[in-house]
């Protein structure tokens, strides 16, 4: 009689190897594209406002239909704020999901 012992496999841990690397690399693509665009949003909301006061201390020639577009833009501040919190808000999400999946499952 033989007696054969059942090898025991542990459960996997986390995900795949090749599918960890291809999360971590859209995780990273998407976090610095929502950085950029965040940046962008809240320069923005920045230089809209600045644009025509600083263009006149410095003499720089502004046309009125330039003036007129960045005083429009410049009542639009909020929104341009809103969107960079709102890029912020989002690379904050995608980098807890991409921890999230990529760390290993708890174990019972």
Known sequence: MTAS???IRPAPSGP????????AIVAGVTVLT????GIT??????AFP???PIAEAYNVP????????AARFAGLW??????????FGAVVVAM????RFLSPAPRD
């Open 5 to 7: 012992f059942a090898q």
């Open 78 to 87: 909020w929104a341009f704020a809103a969107l960079a919190v709102a890029s």
């Open 96 to 99: 807890v999901k991409t921890v």
């Open 41 to 46: 949003f809240l320069a923005l909301a920045v």
């Open 50 to 52: 600045l644009a025509v």
């Open 16 to 23: 795949a190897p090749v599918a960890a690397v291809a999360v």
């Open 34 to 37: 929502l950085m950029i665009a």
């Open 62 to 69: 502004v046309s009125a239909a330039d003036a007129a577009l």
